[in-house]
């Protein structure tokens, strides 16, 4: 079987060298290109170091290590960490988020000999941590020959590309063995990587790492007492009347209901301002200092930096971008406070969030905005409803938070 393995690595070493030519006009026409002299192993040295490697492939997986980063240099102070992304977005945000944090960012490699083996050569990890779901054949099995311990955290596999890895089992329970273990972030990942060929034992949950954030504790006063809040955040243009109008029909049931709106743009708070008008609803502006009041039915937040606190003192969310097709924003900026969370149906940037908000019950998905109003009138009219919301959001965290020092553990029985 190894040389199988080894024959295997030859030809598609062979197959990348035939396609790189495509591959590099293709990013240049897209401008993704970058970083390709540390794709093909070229980086800084760091000999005689100690090293732990993180990778994230992309945006998304790089902002959900953010915690994991700082806890492991806060467990491991004697060791260089070297921070890893394959896309170029991914590089620029690594780049702002661990510039205190990382010794070293740079590109994963190609996935081929000469890049993977010219790459381990020059930083020689300790011990290999990549984020999610990105399983490297080459790279793996180089790690192995070199007694590198490999692991995948935070581990996912979309229904999409279950059905395909089925169809692979025999090849990925061979890749499998050059892993040390995989820890995914939900039961159901558990089982599906089991299914498609890596060991049960080999195989646990560890919770999702996005879900590693935290309050920050704070006290605003919008005059919010004796009033129910619903926040509208990060909403887009084709959201505004819908949440305006939403809410008004909202106000007619309940006296006590007062809408806090944040536009994803500040542009658009001339167009709100308008619709409020339109709807006969008087509004004010955090700006100017106004606060809700019995004459202040919407207060608009069209100042920058003060949304997560916000959720803190609302008592329903709307997370916008998700109405049109931007693919919606961080739930879990409300969730953390307990917060019954309301979304459109477009939430791709953050859909495994919404899979476990929404089967917890902590957040519901809703269509247009008629269902939008159904929803929210539901959980107004009934505290027991709205109550199981709130505990919804207060398990699923219990549920998921302790991802990362779930790692850090692992990490040290590895390393100690």
Not at 130 to 146: D, G, V, Y
Not at 207 to 213: C, D, E, P, Q, R
Request: a positive charge; glycine letters at 6%; aromatic letters at 12%.
């Amino acid at each position: 079987m190894k040389y199988l393995i080894k024959f295997g690595q030859k030809l598609s070493t062979l197959g990348f060298y035939i396609a790189l030519p495509f591959y590099f006009l293709e990013r240049v026409i897209h401008k993704k290109s970058g970083g390709w002299k540390e794709k093909f192993g070229n980086i800084d040295y760091l000999e005689g170091e100690k090293v732990i490697m993180l990778h994230g492939c992309s945006v998304g997986e790089i902002v959900a290590v953010e915690e994991m980063a700082k806890k492991i240099k806060s467990a491991f102070p004697e060791y260089k960490l070297v921070v890893t992304t394959s896309t170029l977005t991914g590089q620029d945000i690594a780049k702002k988020k661990f510039e205190q944090i990382a010794d070293l960012i740079t590109f994963f490699p190609f996935d081929i000999e000469p890049s993977v083996n010219k790459f381990l050569d020059r930083i020689h990890p300790s011990l290999v941590l990549i984020a999610e779901t990105e399983i490297w054949p080459c790279f793996a099995f180089f790690c192995k020959e070199r007694n590198i311990p490999l692991f995948i955290i935070n581990g996912r596999i979309s229904d999409l590309s279950y059905k395909s890895y089925r169809l692979a089992k025999p090849f990925f329970k061979e890749v499998f063995k050059n892993y040390s273990a995989i820890y995914a972030q939900s039961r159901e990942d558990v089982e599906k990587f089991i299914s498609i060929g890596n060991e049960k034992e080999k195989t646990d949950f560890m919770g999702n790492l996005k879900f590693g954030i935290t309050k920050n504790e704070t006290s605003v006063d919008v005059g919010q007492n004796d009033f129910r809040i619903l926040l509208a955040g990060s909403t887009h243009k084709p959201e505004n009347p819908i949440i305006l109008e939403t809410y008004a029909k909202l106000k007619n049931n309940f006296s006590d209901l007062k809408l806090l709106i944040a536009p994803r743009h500040l542009e658009r708070v001339s167009e709100i301002e308008n619709y409020a008008k339109n709807l006969g609803l008087k509004f004010g502006n955090r700006s100017k200092g106004d606060k809700f009041s019995e004459n202040t039915d919407v207060l608009i937040l069209d100042t920058l930096g003060e949304l997560k606190n916000m959720y803190a003192i609302s008592h329903i969310a709307f997370i916008g971008g998700s109405f049109n097709k931007t693919g919606g924003h961080n739930p879990l900026e409300a969730t953390i406070w307990e917060k019954p969370v309301f979304s459109g149906p477009n939430i791709f940037n953050f859909k495994d969030i919404y899979k476990i908000l929404t089967a917890s019950g902590a957040a519901k998905v809703v269509r247009n905005g008629e269902e939008l109003y159904n929803s929210i009138n539901a959980i107004l009219s009934d505290e027991n409803l709205y109550n199981k919301m709130k505990q919804s959001c207060a398990s699923t965290f219990e549920e998921q938070r302790g991802a990362a020092d779930f790692v850090i553990s692992k990490m040290q029985e590895v390393l100690k």
